[in-house]
């Protein structure tokens, strides 16, 4: 963190780059916070850094990340998730505002601003759609946009209150807002802690029909139709919701989608004998949708790949499995995690790295997820070979509740950089 | 022989070779409790504790009487209005009664694998009296005790399980105990109790119910769990009466000779007409009950030979 160098060479490192989806061997500098050339000579009076052929590729720009300020500092602040970030990879937080009171008004959303340099890691901020989260009466939006928000969102509450909401995304719209939906029927989905299969059947867990993705997407996406809004759903995670996206999308409707990294490395088989670190919103699927969806990944037709990082404290999770609250860390554990869809030839580095850095980075209009000259340099050094076997108490966020817990993992940070300066060294 | 597991937790966990030897076991305490006198000190100086999250009458008392017949001090702890109300998880209330050193746990809980997770807190024996729609195998092993006392075997029966299968843990601990014996399994409802994913369970799928009885040795129906629904999944108790209600005319379906089951309470004039109910030719209801004390005396001795083994390998350490 104090490390600051006005001036940075890195070389001899394996440039993953996102945008011209290449790896190749090549040299950065940075100056002053970004990146001012690739592959040149290092300039005079650099702090040069050989990377012993790691990979560097743009810092991970992580959407959806619940941190517990205000409201629940005892699971996560800014300052342990920015710490778990940088340790992760991870350079911009995408933070949700479901937090306690939810960041429906501007003033919560200065105070969270405020707290926010704590962090180590950028940190950009969503805001409530409707008060309260609630799905019933819009935020002010414009007021809201003024004080930063880069999206809006109720995050896993769903309005069943349609009316409403098409006014909200009306009013999205003449301001150029982006809306983040949370693809689920309420209705059918109501106390649901597993998908239907014969697995949660037999654990006696109440199921939803995978088919409540589709309903709520479609519901969605109608308004988004009616509306026009800028839409992405937050997480796809059924194979049954995909023709959607793509019709949408061939459409030339303004929208995209993206999906937890539990849902793409995880299926409902995982959950066992009631682990409750398992638990997810929405619950994990079949290895026949997580595999449909790793395709649609590789495809295009998703776009983002996200933590869905969700600090829940000890108690909150020793639970029966029904009571358990949902939800899994994922800032440090996302790039390993990710890099799992590599070493099985799902896709290639550079592809992934364009789910986790340049789509969301482009799709909010920052711009982070480059390794272009003018880009913030915002970077990541990892391994993506090395192996180890992840142990959860080592994790830099307060609470621990990783699904990965005990599991082998490769993808090792070595260091990360934020504007320049080095906030991460492994 | 002994169980291979510490805790009786659900079928899922017993062998056949196990479930056999509960049955022979529980055969014998079935002549021990129709004795005068029925004591025995099997479980002499262990202390029992039934923790029951969710009120029951029948399997309590059942329970209870099995411990008291084998010596064992049983206390019965009515934690559905104790301190859960007071706001202490699960975890503190089961730690706090680990602390008092039972040897025999006896638990019901209204959350599916709520008596896995107590288990793994504790180092005493937990016995599963039913958790949520999960499993209720002394409720199982009972049912095989009563089959094959009147069928004079436990394999190559066809069963037929009819009625709200969705929200039933004696369902479920039931397709598991006679599949494993490899019996022909039927589960006979309207579609909407029927458990997602039932298509996968390797049964024979039926809405009629009488095509599902046809030819079945063992006709077992499940109460009518109202008190699990949200709504909805029944037009009306008439109408669910009349389709799926067990009357004469449909049981003429089944074999002759064909044993009519219900694990209780009884909802009379819902899913069973009370003339079979009480018919003593073709109900074993009464019989079941019976088993029930004779089955958790069985399952009772066989885990409390596993706590004397360990302890004494312990005790051996000690002295080493």
Same mark, same amino acid.
């Given at each position: 963190?104090?490390?600051?160098?006005?001036?940075?060479?890195?070389?001899?490192?394996?440039?993953?780059?996102?945008?011209?989806?290449?790896?190749?061997?090549?040299?950065?500098?940075?100056?002053?916070?970004?990146?001012?050339?690739?592959?040149?000579?290092?300039?005079?009076?650099?702090?040069?850094?050989?990377?012993?052929?790691?990979?560097?590729?743009?810092?991970?720009?992580?959407?959806?990340?619940?941190?517990?300020?205000?409201?629940?500092?005892?699971?996560?602040?800014?300052?342990?998730?920015?710490?778990?970030?940088?340790?992760?990879?991870?350079?911009?937080?995408?933070? @949700?505002?479901?937090?306690?009171?939810?960041?429906?008004?501007?003033?919560?959303?200065?105070?969270?601003?405020?707290?926010?340099?704590?962090?180590?890691?950028?940190?950009?901020?969503?805001?409530?759609?409707?008060?309260?989260?609630?799905?019933?009466?819009?935020?002010?939006?414009?007021?809201?946009?003024?004080?930063?928000?880069?999206?809006?969102?109720?995050?896993?509450?769903?309005? +069943?209150?349609?009316?409403?909401?098409?006014?909200?995304?009306?009013?999205?719209?003449?301001?150029?807002?982006?809306?983040?939906?949370?693809?689920?029927?309420?209705?059918?989905?109501?106390?649901?802690?597993?998908?239907?299969?014969?697995?949660?059947?037999?654990?006696?867990?109440?199921?939803?029909?995978?088919?409540?993705?589709?309903?709520?997407?479609?519901?969605?996406?109608?308004?988004?139709?009616?509306?026009?809004?800028?839409?992405?759903?937050?997480?796809?995670?059924?194979?049954?919701?995909?023709?959607?996206?793509?019709?949408?999308?061939?459409?030339?409707?303004?929208?995209?989608?993206?999906?937890?990294?539990?849902?793409?490395?995880?299926?409902?088989?995982?959950?066992?004998?009631?682990?409750?670190?398992?638990?997810?919103?929405?619950?994990?699927?079949?290895?026949?949708?997580?595999?449909?969806?790793?395709?649609?990944?590789?495809?295009?037709?998703?776009?983002?790949?996200?933590?869905?990082?969700?600090?829940?404290?000890?108690?909150?999770? @020793?639970?029966?499995?029904?009571?358990?609250?949902?939800?899994?860390?994922?800032?440090? +554990?996302?790039?390993?995690?990710?890099?799992?869809?590599?070493?099985?030839?799902?896709?290639?580095?550079?592809?992934?790295?364009?789910?986790?850095?340049?789509?969301?980075?482009? @799709?909010?209009?920052?711009?982070?997820?480059?390794?272009?000259?003018?880009?913030?340099?915002?970077?990541?050094?990892?391994?993506?070979?090395?192996?180890?076997?992840?142990?959860?108490?080592?994790?830099?966020?307060?609470?621990?509740? +990783?699904?990965?817990?005990?599991?082998?993992?490769?993808?090792?940070?070595?260091?990360?950089?934020?504007?320049?300066?080095?906030?991460?060294?492994? | 022989?002994?169980?291979?597991?510490?805790?009786?937790?659900?079928?899922? *966990?017993?062998?056949?070779?196990?479930?056999?030897?509960?049955?022979?076991?529980?055969?014998?305490?079935?002549?021990?409790?129709?004795?005068?006198?029925?004591?025995? /000190? $099997?479980? =002499?100086?262990?202390?029992?504790?039934?923790?029951?999250?969710?009120?029951?009458?029948?399997?309590?008392?059942?329970?209870?009487?099995?411990?008291?017949?084998?010596?064992?001090?049983?206390?019965?702890?009515?934690?559905? *209005?104790?301190?859960?109300?007071?706001?202490?998880?699960?975890?503190?209330?089961?730690?706090?009664?680990?602390?008092?050193?039972?040897?025999?746990?006896?638990?019901?809980?209204?959350?599916?694998?709520?008596?896995?997770?107590?288990?793994?807190?504790?180092?005493?024996?937990?016995?599963?009296?039913?958790?949520?729609?999960?499993? &209720?195998?002394?409720?199982?092993?009972?049912? #095989?005790?009563?089959?094959?006392?009147?069928?004079?075997?436990? *394999?190559?029966?066809?069963?037929?399980?009819?009625?709200?299968?969705?929200?039933?843990?004696?369902?479920?601990?039931?397709?598991?105990?006679?599949?494993?014996?490899?019996?022909?399994?039927?589960?006979? #409802?309207?579609?909407?109790?029927?458990?997602?994913?039932?298509?996968?369970?390797?049964?024979?799928?039926?809405?009629?119910?009488?095509?599902?009885?046809?030819?079945? /040795?063992?006709?077992?129906?499940?109460?009518? *769990?109202?008190?699990?629904? /949200?709504?909805?999944?029944?037009?009306?108790?008439?109408?669910?009466?009349?389709?799926?209600?067990? /009357?004469?005319?449909?049981?003429?379906?089944?074999?002759?000779?064909?044993? $009519?089951? &219900?694990?209780?309470?009884?909802?009379?004039?819902?899913?069973?007409?009370?003339?079979? =109910?009480?018919?003593?030719?073709?109900?074993?209801?009464?019989?079941?009950?019976?088993?029930?004390?004779?089955?958790?005396?069985?399952?009772?001795?066989?885990?409390?030979?596993?706590?004397?083994?360990?302890?004494?390998?312990?005790?051996?350490?000690?002295?080493?």
């Amino acid at each position: 963190m104090d490390n600051t160098t006005e001036l940075l060479h890195l070389t001899n490192a394996r440039l993953i780059d996102p945008e011209g989806l290449t790896q190749e061997l090549g040299s950065l500098t940075v100056l002053n916070g970004q990146i001012v050339a690739r592959n040149a000579a290092a300039p005079k009076g650099a702090e040069v850094l050989d990377c012993a052929g790691l990979c560097l590729a743009p810092g991970i720009v992580d959407w959806g990340v619940k941190i517990g300020e205000p409201g629940e500092r005892h699971r996560e602040s800014f300052r342990s998730a920015g710490l778990a970030a940088a340790a992760g990879g991870v350079t911009t937080i995408i933070a @949700r505002p479901d937090t306690l009171p939810a960041i429906d008004t501007p003033e919560t959303l200065e105070f969270v601003t405020r707290r926010a340099v704590e962090s180590v890691v950028r940190i950009r901020h969503m805001a409530a759609l409707t008060k309260g989260r609630a799905g019933q009466e819009m935020t002010e939006i414009g007021f809201l946009l003024d004080a930063g928000a880069v999206a809006f969102s109720d995050v896993f509450h769903v309005s +069943t209150n349609t009316k409403a909401l098409a006014r909200a995304f009306t009013y999205a719209r003449s301001l150029g807002a982006l809306v983040v939906g949370h693809p689920q029927e309420p209705g059918l989905s109501a106390g649901a802690a597993a998908t239907n299969s014969k697995f949660a059947s037999l654990r006696g867990l109440p199921g939803v029909h995978p088919m409540a993705e589709r309903l709520g997407l479609d519901r969605d996406l109608g308004l988004v139709e009616m509306t026009g809004v800028r839409y992405h759903a937050d997480q796809i995670t059924t194979a049954g919701a995909l023709p959607s996206i793509v019709r949408a999308k061939e459409r030339g409707l303004d929208v995209t989608a993206g999906v937890s990294i539990h849902h793409l490395t995880l299926n409902d088989f995982d959950v066992g004998d009631y682990r409750t670190f398992f638990k997810l919103t929405p619950p994990l699927r079949s290895e026949d949708d997580r595999l449909a969806i790793v395709q649609a990944l590789a495809e295009g037709v998703i776009d983002i790949v996200a933590s869905f990082h969700t600090p829940a404290d000890e108690e909150s999770k @020793r639970l029966p499995f029904e009571e358990a609250v949902s939800g899994a860390v994922g800032l440090q +554990t996302l790039l390993p995690a990710a890099l799992r869809l590599v070493h099985s030839g799902d896709l290639d580095l550079p592809s992934l790295w364009r789910t986790l850095s340049l789509n969301p980075a482009k @799709r909010l209009g920052l711009a982070q997820g480059r390794l272009a000259e003018g880009a913030p340099a915002d970077l990541v050094l990892f391994d993506p070979d090395a192996p180890f076997v992840l142990d959860r108490f080592k994790l830099a966020s307060k609470s621990k509740n +990783t699904p990965f817990d005990g599991m082998r993992m490769e993808g090792k940070v070595h260091a990360t950089w934020v504007a320049g300066s080095q906030v991460y060294k492994g | 022989m002994t169980l291979r597991a510490r805790h009786l937790l659900g079928i899922e *966990q017993l062998s056949p070779p196990e479930i056999t030897e509960i049955l022979d076991l529980a055969d014998r305490y079935v002549d021990l409790n129709r004795r005068t006198v029925k004591s025995s /000190d $099997v479980l =002499a100086g262990l202390t029992q504790i039934n923790m029951f999250f969710e009120n029951s009458t029948r399997t309590q008392a059942s329970f209870e009487l099995a411990g008291k017949r084998l010596g064992a001090d049983v206390m019965n702890m009515a934690v559905a *209005q104790s301190s859960v109300k007071k706001g202490e998880t699960l975890i503190d209330t089961a730690l706090t009664l680990n602390a008092m050193r039972p040897d025999l746990l006896v638990v019901r809980h209204p959350s599916s694998g709520a008596v896995n997770l107590l288990a793994s807190k504790v180092n005493c024996a937990v016995l599963n009296a039913g958790d949520g729609r999960h499993e &209720h195998p002394t409720q199982a092993l009972l049912d #095989a005790l009563t089959i094959r006392r009147a069928k004079g075997r436990i *394999q190559r029966l066809t069963v037929a399980i009819c009625g709200d299968i969705a929200h039933s843990r004696v369902a479920r601990s039931n397709l598991i105990l006679l599949g494993k014996m490899e019996n022909r399994l039927r589960l006979i #409802a309207p579609p909407t109790l029927m458990p997602p994913g039932v298509q996968d369970f390797g049964c024979e799928l039926y809405d009629d119910m009488k095509k599902g009885l046809e030819g079945a /040795d063992v006709v077992m129906m499940l109460r009518l *769990q109202k008190e699990r629904m /949200d709504g909805g999944f029944i037009p009306s108790e008439r109408e669910y009466y009349h389709r799926y209600g067990l /009357d004469a005319e449909k049981l003429s379906y089944a074999k002759p000779d064909a044993i $009519v089951m &219900h694990p209780g309470p009884m909802n009379r004039g819902v899913e069973i007409d009370g003339e079979i =109910a009480d018919d003593i030719n073709r109900s074993v209801i009464q019989e079941q009950v019976e088993m029930g004390v004779a089955v958790r005396m069985a399952c009772m001795d066989l885990l409390a030979r596993n706590l004397r083994a360990e302890r004494g390998r312990a005790a051996v350490g000690v002295m080493a």
